[in-house]
């Protein structure tokens, strides 16, 4: 039975939108305690705006409740209602109204274009952005499609696949996430080089300090006047691979210059000239 004993509740803030990625919208309400010293719980009702469907979580002694897997883009109301230690339960708080954002669409964010010395073992890693839309989840696939051996990738239906590779030369790999409604693919070009090329046969390049500009990071190093500059990147010095910045970059005489504004200079990472044939 309700009660009429308590008018006071309020809901003071409102709607704070969960930023993962589920199966549907995270809404968390919040609200003013009510003064009575005798409250056991508060119950959150909700629906959707129209539908005529009423749904309850009772979220117990605490003034803060998060309604999950709500509908993307659709208006839902929203109202609070305490009870005491008696089982009477108060008259609701204020309906808020509030419409769901739209569904973030897949996307995926790995490196593409990746330089490599063999004999190694690469990890690749690939981050899935967006919303799980469908009940099917999501599917990942990693599969070679061109290249001058075979490559046996192992765990090519996660995000972090990983293959031995012994053989120079050029690779391509190809990166399908589906999550039942889309598809995203990715061509990851991998160059493979023997590690007696690192140098091109001559002196290692020595990078100069870098210097910070206003459009990026000035990279200088001591060069050859006819050589041909890779410019590779690794977040971590455990990585397996650099990843390409730049390529076949020819040499401005005994130092050469390049500036990264990539964008990647805000983040921590490692950067290596190879003089490459």
């Not at 669409?105 to 073992?121: I, R, Y």
Request: aromatic share 10%; hydrophobic share 45%; proline share 6%.
């Amino acid at each position: 039975m309700r009660s009429r004993w308590l008018l006071t509740l309020t809901i003071l803030i409102a709607l704070l939108l969960s930023a993962e990625a589920t199966a549907g919208v995270s809404v968390r309400v919040a609200w003013d305690p009510n003064p009575e010293n005798n409250i056991a719980g508060y119950r959150i009702y909700h629906g959707v705006v129209g539908l005529g469907q009423t749904n309850v979580l009772d979220v117990g002694p605490v003034t803060t409740g998060t309604v999950t897997n709500l509908a993307f883009t659709t208006p839902h109301w929203f109202f609070v209602t305490a009870y005491n230690t008696f089982a009477l339960e108060s008259d609701p708080s204020e309906v808020l109204f509030h419409t769901t954002r739209a569904a973030v669409p897949l996307g995926v964010e790995t490196d593409t274009a990746l330089l490599v010395f063999s004999p190694t073992t690469v990890q690749l890693n690939a981050d899935v952005t967006g919303d799980v839309t469908s009940p099917l989840g999501r599917t990942v696939e990693w599969r070679m499609i061109s290249g001058f051996a075979p490559l046996v990738i192992a765990g090519s239906s996660t995000l972090n696949p990983s293959f031995d590779v012994d053989v120079p030369g050029y690779y391509s790999l190809l990166l399908r996430v589906a999550d039942g409604l889309a598809v995203v693919e990715r061509q990851i070009n991998i160059e493979v080089f023997d590690r007696s090329q690192g140098s091109g046969g001559g002196a290692a390049p020595v990078l100069e300090p870098p210097f910070l500009l206003p459009d990026g990071l000035l990279i200088g190093w001591s060069s050859v006047p006819d050589g041909r500059y890779y410019i590779g990147r690794r977040r971590s010095l455990d990585d397996t691979h650099w990843v390409i910045l730049a390529r076949a970059l020819p040499s401005q005489g005994y130092s050469t210059y390049w500036v990264d504004d990539s964008g990647l200079t805000l983040s921590a990472g490692f950067y290596s000239i190879f003089n490459l044939p």
